[in-house]
């Protein structure tokens, strides 16, 4: 699928050293205050850990001349249950919401999802995630994940652009979280 340039496609294990480059751009541990303003990564996927999620097919690019410039993951409650984070929204289910019953065996974790800054504003996150839909649609009606609070401009992406409901607030490790999910 090719949009304004962009390939789109599930990732393979070439494309791990362009990953990593920006995932580093956008953690939030190499960003200053100011710089958080316009959204961020919390999470570190080290090799191993992209290795199993690509090889799940359940990381998606966008890339321009090979170089990847956005990328969503979507995987397994059982790939995510390795961090505490995703363990603690598993022990909120099964949750009621919009008369869906939401439970690991119909929903799959999404995100994080990052786009280089260069093409923020462009429509890509659209893109890139009706993409990642598509794939994932043939396995599971739900999606659900979370956003930091302080990440404004990530939960506005996700609640206005894409329709994602905010089911309720959780905390986790002092911070804030919101629970969301999306009928696929």
């Not at 961020?40 to 090799?47: A, C, E, L, R």
């Not at 290795?51 to 966008?62: C, D, K, M, V, W």
């Not at 329709?163 to 804030?176: A, L, P, S, T």
Request: net charge negative.
């Amino acid at each position: 699928m090719t949009e304004h340039n962009l390939v789109f496609q599930i990732a393979e294990l070439k494309d791990t050293d362009s990953f990593l480059e920006l995932q580093a751009k956008y953690l939030v541990t190499n960003l200053t205050e100011e710089q958080k303003k316009d959204g961020f990564v919390t999470t570190p996927f080290s090799v191993e850990q992209l290795t199993e999620i690509i090889g799940n097919e359940g990381l998606f690019l966008a890339k321009k001349e090979e170089k990847v410039v956005a990328y969503a993951f979507a995987g397994t409650w059982e790939y995510f249950s390795q961090w505490r984070i995703i363990e603690q929204m598993g022990e909120m289910l099964p949750l009621i919401f919009d008369n869906q019953t939401i439970t690991r065996e119909n929903s799959f974790q999404y995100g994080p999802i990052c786009i280089d800054i260069e093409f923020r504003g462009t429509g890509l996150i659209n893109q890139l995630f009706g993409f990642m839909k598509e794939n994932m649609v043939k396995k599971y009606p739900i999606s659900v994940t979370f956003i930091n609070k302080i990440n404004e401009r990530s939960r506005k992406a996700h609640v206005e652009k894409l329709g994602w409901k905010i089911v309720r607030d959780f905390q986790f490790n002092g911070n804030n979280y919101y629970f969301l999910m999306l009928e696929m």
